[in-house]
């Protein structure tokens, strides 16, 4: 397994806070384990813990970015937009502030803490506010590059993080460029889009396939706003059929955002690989993947399943 993301997040936030004076921190009663009490421990003076507040976080977080500050305001991914949405909408989003929302505990790999910390409708909310930048980082490397990224470019921005340990996907060579996607495998005949820790799944499906000579195309969509648009229409045009993978409801997230930009500008076969309307249960963090099909092998299988369409329909 490689390092913890939120881990790379408070590494990178106290690194930040050394290089620029006006970078303020809040917290919402869980620094240490969003991690940004790496940040309080060296830059006490500029972190502030708002307790069991995420609504009243909001608002101080929006009143500093108001007098110049660049704020990141954290909290687990249920919490945050879902308990503070309007606060968000109203001081963030409609007013274009410098506040970046770092979320950790996404999707159920939250585990055994059960359905109501496991966020899987967040990002569809996160999506809905207008001029927000929506990041989820596919490992440690892509997360810590896109703290920074935030920090250096003003406005709102909401990045989702997990809660465990995950591999590596990218090597220290990579660069993380907002609003672009990563092609992780080249391929002709499928390609499978995916975001955040899906990624890593994604690939190990694809390399399995390849065993069979199936060509598969891997995309990381770390960002999912602004998405990349020319990504997703070069893979319809080239391979002609896309699947979707990410821990989050298929609806309003991934899926829904290529889904639209294929059926706008390159129609071709689609399948969703995600969680389908439905809340999930307390549990080990692989047997909920397994049990909402977020694995190599069910995203394998859905994969072929889509090929045979596309071979019916061609």
Not at 65 to 74: D, E, I, L, M, N
Not at 77 to 82: H, I, K, S, Y
Not at 193 to 218: E, F, K, N
Request: with cysteine; glycine share 10%.
């Amino acid at each position: 397994m490689g390092e913890s993301i939120r881990q790379a997040y408070g590494r990178t936030l106290a690194e930040l806070g050394r290089e620029n004076q006006d970078i303020v921190v809040l917290d919402a009663d869980l620094a240490k384990s969003t991690m940004t009490s790496l940040f309080a421990r060296e830059h006490p003076e500029r972190f502030f813990d708002c307790g069991i507040a995420e609504q009243n976080m909001i608002g101080i977080a929006a009143g500093l970015a108001a007098s110049g500050k660049t704020v990141f305001a954290s909290t687990f991914a249920v919490f945050a937009p879902g308990r503070c949405f309007d606060q968000i909408r109203m001081c963030v989003a409609q007013t274009g502030l410098d506040v970046k929302i770092v979320t950790t505990h996404g999707g159920v790999t939250v585990g055994e803490d059960g359905t109501s910390h496991q966020a899987i409708e967040d990002l569809a909310l996160a999506c809905s506010f207008p001029g927000f930048r929506v990041i989820v980082p596919a490992d440690a490397v892509e997360a810590a590059q896109a703290v920074r990224t935030a920090a250096n470019s003003y406005g709102p921005f909401h990045i989702r993080l997990c809660r465990p340990s995950t591999p590596l996907v990218y090597d220290n060579g990579y660069a993380f460029t907002l609003g672009k996607a990563a092609t992780l495998r080249e391929g002709k005949d499928v390609t499978i889009i995916a975001t955040g820790i899906m990624v890593a799944t994604a690939l190990q499906a694809a390399q399995s396939m390849g065993q069979d000579g199936i060509d598969c195309r891997v995309i990381s969509m770390s960002t999912l706003k602004p998405l990349d648009e020319d990504a997703v229409v070069r893979a319809a045009r080239e391979t002609g059929a896309i699947v979707t993978v990410e821990e989050h409801q298929v609806r309003g997230g991934l899926g829904s955002a290529v889904a639209l930009v294929v059926a706008e500008r390159s129609p071709v076969p689609m399948a969703y690989v995600g969680i389908k309307d439905v809340y999930s249960k307390s549990g080990k963090p692989d047997e909920l993947l397994e049990g909402h099909g977020l694995t190599p092998t069910n995203v394998e299988k859905v994969a072929r399943s889509l090929l045979e369409r596309k071979s019916a329909a061609g």
